[in-house]
């Protein structure tokens, strides 16, 4: 997995660049913003009511073949219906 990958994948699934590196989607449980790093990325998820919850993996720790669906897999308790 890499920058670009995950950059891809957030456009994909209904996040708005707010610059090169950072993108964010926003819904009625709140906001999610994916900062992409250097050799990582950092996913914040504000829910209403809630402390934000935040998630950081390098890239090396998501394979290719499946990082896709991991990327996915990291907001599942936000959409248990999903």
């Known amino acids: 997995m890499n920058a670009d990958m995950i950059a891809a994948w957030a456009v994909e699934n209904g996040f708005h660049a707010i610059d090169s ?5 926003h ?12 050799m990582s990325f950092l996913l914040i998820d504000e829910r209403q009511g ?10 090396k720790d998501i394979p290719l073949n ?5 990327l ?8 248990p219906n999903r």
């Open 21 to 25: 590196r950072s993108y964010r989607r």
């Open 27 to 38: 819904d009625n449980a709140g906001v999610i913003t994916i900062e992409i790093k250097r």
């Open 50 to 59: 809630l402390r934000p919850r935040l998630i950081s993996r390098l890239f």
């Open 66 to 70: 499946s990082g896709r669906g991991r």
């Open 72 to 79: 996915h897999g990291l907001l599942l308790d936000r959409y």
